[in-house]
């Protein structure tokens, strides 16, 4: 108990550099956890608007679509799949899609797309699609009616009520050719799927491909995000005909970015805890030399080498557990604040679209990394003390009194 006394005491008899310290941890914390909790709101944006807007958790195809997307692949218990998810709790919404890779072509310009045939009830009750039409209906029942992305329009020069030619294989692998017309034309935040998705009514591709009643991909929406790999597991064991995957599985991109989070967190802290780490040095060697007649006084007179070097320990050790804690609430307050207003980044929407993040962001952090650094902040300060403690050790305690 006295030698925690002491070390405390020693932190303060030089304020001013044991402030300057604590405050340059204290803003290394900050700026470290910000970035994080940044850079982890951007990436937990991306991925929630993927699934949302395409993805969804689970899909269900037959196990030899997503290998050519080949129109004769549909999946074959279809019907007993959606009978099954209009039954299970689980399932917030789901939508049946006919799905083909096609070129689409206007009168200035071509390119390559995914035309999705969908029930337009069900992918609205999914993908909120009819919310994010920026022109034009969201399908009026006429035929052969397409809704389109805003990025697409402008590559493209489409409007409402103009045409647009698509051409793919039908399920004989014959090539067909339709002139369609735009209905409609959607936003979202991110522009490539905008710029390579058609939605028509479904009844109408599947009279184009000759696919009947048979249909490629089942999107499902959970109620739960957290129980997505435990209903995928599940239904992988119900459906053993079918390819069930979730979204992890459907873009290994995203997938990446979540799990490879906690490795960016402590690459990035521990290159700030490594500048900070040389700063504790110098700082706690400047003071061993400062004290070094005092050392020699205390060793004479009995403190023996294991209690001074505890006693260097301490001094670091709390001026860590003052700093860290500190930066770690300024952190978290900053992020709160920024996470309910956000951060506009609207004057760089255009970059960002293109790698589908939004212009807003909304910092967010778990509790778990927050404890997670002050564990780091505790072990940099025990290793940036063992070398100012090592060089009290060697200390004499007949020359360092001498010292003057």
């Keep these: 108990m006295m030698i925690l006394k002491i070390a405390w005491r020693n932190i303060w008899r030089n304020r001013t550099r044991s402030l300057v310290l604590i405050l340059s941890i204290v803003l290394g914390m900050w700026a470290g956890a910000f970035i994080m909790a940044f850079y982890w709101g951007m990436s937990k944006q991306q991925v929630d608007d993927t699934i949302q807007q395409n993805l969804s958790h689970i899909q269900f195809h037959h196990p030899d679509f997503r290998e050519n997307f080949e129109a004769k692949y549909t999946i074959a218990d279809g019907d007993q799949v959606v009978a099954d998810l209009q039954q299970d709790k689980e399932v917030k919404a789901y939508s049946e899609r006919v799905v083909c890779m096609a070129m689409a072509a206007s009168a200035s310009k071509s390119t390559g797309v995914t035309l999705y045939g969908i029930v337009p009830e069900q992918e609205d009750a999914l993908t909120g699609l009819k919310e994010k039409l920026i022109a034009g209906d969201y399908f009026t029942g006429k035929k052969n009616e397409v809704v389109v992305g805003n990025k697409l329009a402008e590559k493209l020069h489409l409007d409402v009520r103009k045409k647009i030619v698509c ?238």
């Excluded at 790999?229 to 992988?236: P, Y």
């Excluded at 996470?339 to 807003?360: C, P, Q, V």
Aim: aromatic share 8%; proline share 3%.
């Design 167 to 404: 051409t793919f294989q039908d399920e004989q692998g014959e090539i067909v050719s339709v002139a369609l017309r735009v209905s409609g034309i959607f936003k979202t935040r991110n522009s490539r799927l905008e710029e390579g998705m058609i939605y028509m009514q479904q009844t109408d591709l599947s009279a184009l491909l000759g696919t009947g009643n048979g249909i490629h991909e089942i999107a499902v929406l959970l109620a739960d995000d957290q129980q997505v790999d435990a209903v995928t597991d599940q239904w992988k064991q119900d459906f053993p005909a079918d390819d069930v995957e979730s979204w992890k599985e459907l873009s290994p991109e995203l997938r990446l970015i979540v799990e490879s989070f906690n490795q960016y967190m402590f690459i990035i802290i521990g290159i700030i805890l490594l500048a900070l780490l040389f700063g504790i040095i110098n700082t706690m060697l400047m003071a061993i030399l400062e004290r070094t007649k005092e050392l020699g006084v205390l060793m004479s007179v009995g403190l023996n080498k294991t209690k001074v070097f505890i006693m260097i320990l301490l001094e670091t050790v709390f001026i860590a557990l003052v700093g860290g804690p500190l930066g770690l609430l300024l952190a978290w307050c900053t992020v709160q604040l920024t996470h309910s207003s956000g951060i506009d980044l609207s004057m760089y929407s255009k970059g960002l679209e293109e790698f589908g993040y939004a212009s807003m962001v909304y910092p967010e952090l778990g509790m778990s990394s927050y404890f997670s650094i002050l564990i780091m902040v505790v072990a940099a300060a025990l290793i940036a003390s063992v070398f100012p403690a090592m060089r009290a050790l060697k200390l004499k305690p007949v020359e360092a009194i001498r010292k003057i």
